[in-house]
């Protein structure tokens, strides 16, 4: 590479310096055999593909400041595909990395999140297959920004969706809300807490099979990203024809994010999450699902917080939260952006 510390537009012009960036930052840092091939096109062979269907996914992330208390922009990336895949009961297994890189970034900080990237995708247990670069001119992006694809193989008689819910199936939840969006605008606007409020970015396809083999008849997964639980659960609703009612006092919230929220004016139902995931199976099933969360390090602070109900005689379902106090109010999805530029 050229003696620079920065991105430059020559990075991203197809010719030798774009040539030893990708050689000496991407294959160095996360190169696996199928990416080191060096072809435009990844071909995937695996006995797990002839087993059952596939599952695709495929986001973008822009999140600024791109490091952040409990990871980086690279881990998110990683995290929020394999999670979207694993939302369909499937076994994430190949991933693509496509980059677009602000002339002038640091290189190290890229090499950073490159180093990020590789144990993420370890952790999963997924691999990076193909991917792209490109460099735009200084003032044009905010530094980097991440897309990535997944693929994985859906188990034959595994079948999840938000329109299998139905009446009497239980809510969980694998975890506290709002860090992940709690961190961000912690770090963003230089506010500071007794403790370090931490992103829960992780991925959850271990945590997701843990629970089908507990419960293979389970509904539906959704993680609460954008928008955070109450969007959430108004999908499902929406997907199910279903009212859906939760028990504000069940839901786990850390005491630092509650306060948090309560001093920025946030609803913590509506702050995002990257690694927490909202599950609903059948009512026979809830301590099995319970059970199984709680055995994984990612779900020690699972609940049942909520029940799918029949459908009121309204214009559209419902979600609503039932207070400590005994009182009722509806859960709205979020109208706008809460917290910009959170993934």
């Known amino acids: 590479m050229s003696h620079t510390d920065r991105v430059l537009l020559a990075h991203g012009s197809g010719g030798v310096m774009m040539k030893n ?37 495929t986001d973008s992330f822009v999140v600024s400041p791109q490091f952040f208390p409990g990871g980086n922009i690279g881990r998110l990336a990683v995290c929020g595909t394999v999670n979207d895949v694993a939302t369909a009961g499937a076994t994430p297994l190949y991933l693509s990395i496509g980059m677009i890189l602000e002339e002038g970034f640091e290189l190290e900080s890229l090499k950073e999140i490159v180093k990020t990237i590789k144990e993420t995708a370890l952790e999963a ?26 693929i994985g193989v859906i188990p034959k008689g595994v079948e999840v969706s938000g329109h299998r819910i139905a009446p009497g199936d239980k809510i969980l939840v ?4 709002g860090d992940h969006g709690i961190a961000i605008i912690s770090q963003r606007e ?19 099979s843990d629970v089908l083999k507990a419960v293979p008849q389970a509904k539906a997964f959704r993680d609460p990203t954008r928008g955070g639980l109450a969007s959430t659960l108004n ?46 199976v059948p009512p026979e099933d809830a301590k099995a699902a319970l059970s199984a969360l709680h055995a994984n390090p990612l779900g ?14 309204t214009e559209k379902p419902l979600v609503s939260l039932k207070t400590p106090f005994g009182s009722e109010r509806v859960l709205d999805m979020l109208v706008g952006e809460q917290l910009p530029r959170i993934c």
């Open 300 to 313: 020690k602070d699972a609940a049942i917080i909520g029940e799918v109900k029949s459908p009121r005689k």
């Open 190 to 208: 230089g506010l500071s807490f007794s403790t370090t409020i931490q992103s829960d970015a992780a991925p959850l396809n271990h945590l997701i």
């Open 125 to 150: 247990g997924v691999s990076i297959v193909t991917g792209d670069t490109k460099v735009v001119e200084r003032g044009k992006a905010d530094k980097i920004y991440i897309n990535t694809s997944g």
């Open 21 to 57: 960036l990708i050689d000496e930052v991407f294959y160095e840092g996360y190169g696996s055999d199928l990416l080191l091939t060096g072809d435009d096109a990844a071909v995937l062979q695996s006995d797990a593909l002839k087993e059952g269907r596939l599952a695709f996914s």
């Open 235 to 280: 999908e499902f609703a929406e997907q199910s024809g279903c009212d859906i009612v939760v028990e504000e006092a069940a839901v786990p919230v850390k005491a630092e994010v509650k306060a948090a929220c309560d001093m920025l004016g946030y609803d913590i139902f509506q702050v995002a999450n990257e690694g927490k995931m909202v599950i609903v």
């Open 174 to 177: 694998s975890g506290t809300l």
